[in-house]
């Protein structure tokens, strides 16, 4: 059983691509044309050096690294390695906490504080009272 899921999770590997892994080249020759489509990603069509044809498929947010008329190589990068610099994020702003939250959060911690100091000396009053009882 174990075979089975093995072998059936390499033929997905080997059918589909995922947009986290950079695309490579199957075959020699020179990239003919290059077709953005409409649902995100490209077609390439590569013309082998034997004169064999190969359409690859480019799955959306990845960025093409090749061109049309571009000559290539087996197993040479199509696409930017998305994993570079994290997992396909961009940089952007870092997003700082307003002063107001911060503020209230210190005055929150303040009287959490001072509540727990009064309780424990409350609580120190209540057993000298209680003590006092137990004397008479």
């Not at 695309?23 to 069509?45: C, F, P």
């Not at 190589?73 to 396909?88: E, I, R």
């Not at 424990?120 to 209680?130: A, D, N, R, S």
Request: glycine residues 8%; positive net charge; proline residues 3%.
């Amino acid at each position: 059983m174990w075979v089975q899921i093995v072998v059936v999770v390499k033929l997905i590997q080997q059918v589909k691509k995922t947009n986290n892994n950079i695309i490579l080249a199957t075959i020699s020759g020179q990239v003919t044309n290059i077709i953005a489509k409409d649902t995100g990603g490209y077609a390439i069509t590569i013309t082998g050096t034997t004169g064999n044809t190969v359409n690859q498929i480019i799955p959306k947010g990845l960025e093409l690294v090749v061109t049309s008329g571009k000559l290539i190589s087996v197993d040479q990068p199509l696409t930017k390695d998305p994993n570079v610099g994290g997992f396909g994020q961009t940089e952007t702003e870092i997003v700082l906490q307003s002063p107001a939250r911060i503020y209230g959060y210190i005055t929150l911690c303040f009287f959490i504080t001072l509540t727990q100091i009064f309780l424990v000396i409350k609580k120190k009053q209540f057993e000298k009272v209680h003590a006092s009882y137990m004397n008479f």
